[in-house]
């Protein structure tokens, strides 16, 4: 069992930042590739970033390329998203998701375990 608590979300203006912090308790979590997902009112809940269990693959929506940076801290059981270059369109409740297999997948149907989400809001 993993158990994870998101923190960090918020409301920011456009072009700002904010850094994102997923602490997971439990067991093995070195041995999990983590994701990132976000769900915008009235929208499916999608894909932002994932990372392998030992951080040196990664993956990105082309929606947030070259503006999140995703990364873990096998050390301290921490998964972040580090988002740049905000945009009223990044406006969601963001959830952080915990995978058994060793690539990290880009659907939810991949992940085993989930946080409770935190909210971040983007104003123009």
């Known amino acids: 069992q993993v158990q994870l608590v998101e923190s960090g979300g918020g409301l920011v203006q456009a072009e700002g930042s904010l850094r994102l912090s997923c602490a997971a308790s439990g067991r093995s979590f070195s041995a999990y590739a983590m994701g990132w997902f976000r769900q915008a009112p009235g929208k499916e809940r999608e894909i932002v970033a994932a990372?392998?269990?030992?951080?040196?693959?990664?993956y990105y929506a082309d929606s947030v390329k070259g503006r999140f940076t995703i990364s873990r801290d096998n050390a301290k059981n921490t998964v972040y998203l580090q988002m740049n270059s905000l945009k009223r369109e990044d406006t969601a409740v963001y959830y952080c998701?915990?995978?058994?297999?060793?690539?990290?997948?880009?659907?939810?149907?991949?992940?085993?375990?989930w946080g409770q989400g935190t909210q971040v809001t983007v104003s123009s």
């Open positions: 998701a915990a995978t058994s297999t060793v690539v990290a997948g880009t659907t939810e149907y991949e992940y085993d375990y």
């Open positions: 990372i392998r269990w030992s951080g040196s693959n990664t």
